[in-house]
C-alpha cells in the first residue's frame, strides 16, 4: 500500500517522495517496488505493441522482438542508475546505490500509468494524429526522465550547475559502458567462432 501511495504521490509531489525515501535509509531493502515497476514497465511496453492502432505504430507486430524492444526501455533506466550512482560517488553524493535504483523505479509511474491510455486512445486516431500521438509519447518519456533529473538533484543536496554537470558525466558514463559491453560482445562473439572453426576442421580431419 505504502508503495502505491508512493506512486500516486511522485505524479504530484516527486520531491516529497525523494524526502521519505530518504528518511527510510537504514531500514531493510525494498527490493520488491523495484522489480513490481521494472516488470510492469516490461508489461506495458509488450501491451503498447500489440495494441497501439497500426497506423501509428513504430513497431511492426509481425516483426516485433520482444526482448530487444524491452531491453531498449531497461537497459538505458538501469545503465543511467549505474552511471548517476557511480559520478554521486566521486562528486559528494549523498545516497545509496539503491536509493537511486528505487526512486528511478518510481520515476517510471507516468510511463505506466499513461501509456496504457495512450494506447487505447490510439485505437480512435488515424494517421492524420500521428503527430499528437508522437507528442504525448514525448512528453510521458520526458515526464520519466525530468523525474530522475529532480530526484538526483534533491536527493544529492546539488545545486543547478552541479547538477547539470553530474547529469553530463553520467551521459558520458552510460556511453562508455554500452561501448564496452558492445566491444566485449565482439570479442565474445569472434572468439565463439574461431573455437567454432577450429572444431569444424579438426572433426574434418579426423574423417
Known amino acids: 500500500m505504502e508503495s502505491l501511495k508512493l506512486c500516486v ?12 525515501i530518504k528518511r527510510q535509509r537504514g531500514r531493510r531493502a525494498q527490493w520488491l517496488p523495484i522489480l513490481v515497476m521494472l516488470v510492469l514497465m516490461v508489461a506495458v511496453r509488450v501491451f503498447s505493441i500489440y495494441v497501439t492502432h497500426y497506423p501509428l505504430t513504430s513497431v511492426s507486430v509481425r516483426k516485433a522482438n520482444l526482448l530487444l524492444e524491452c531491453g531498449k526501455l531497461m537497459v538505458p ?52 494524429q500521428l503527430g499528437v500521438y508522437t507528442a504525448a509519447e514525448i512528453i510521458i518519456l520526458g515526464w520519466v526522465v525530468a523525474l530522475m533529473i529532480l530526484a538526483l538533484k534533491e536527493m544529492n543536496g546539488y545545486s ?29 562473439s569472434q572468439f565463439v567462432t574461431m573455437l567454432r572453426e577450429m572444431f569444424y576442421e579438426f572433426i574434418y580431419r579426423m574423417n
Not at 12 to 20: C, G, I, L, M, R
Not at 80 to 94: H, K, N, P, Q, R
Open 77 to 128: 533506466v538501469l545503465t543511467w542508475v549505474l552511471a548517476s550512482y557511480a559520478m554521486t560517488t566521486i562528486l559528494d553524493g549523498e545516497t545509496l546505490f539503491q536509493e537511486t535504483l528505487l526512486f528511478s523505479a518510481y520515476a517510471l509511474t507516468p510511463y505506466i500509468v499513461f501509456t496504457p491510455v495512450l494506447t487505447l486512445l490510439s485505437r480512435l486516431m488515424d494517421i492524420s
Open 9 to 20: 504521490m511522485i505524479l504530484f509531489h516527486p520531491v516529497v517522495v525523494t524526502e521519505h
Open 160 to 188: 543547478g550547475g552541479k547538477t547539470v554537470l553530474v547529469i553530463a558525466l553520467s551521459l558520458f558514463t552510460m556511453v562508455m559502458i554500452w561501448a564496452v559491453v558492445i566491444l566485449l560482445y565482439t570479442i565474445a
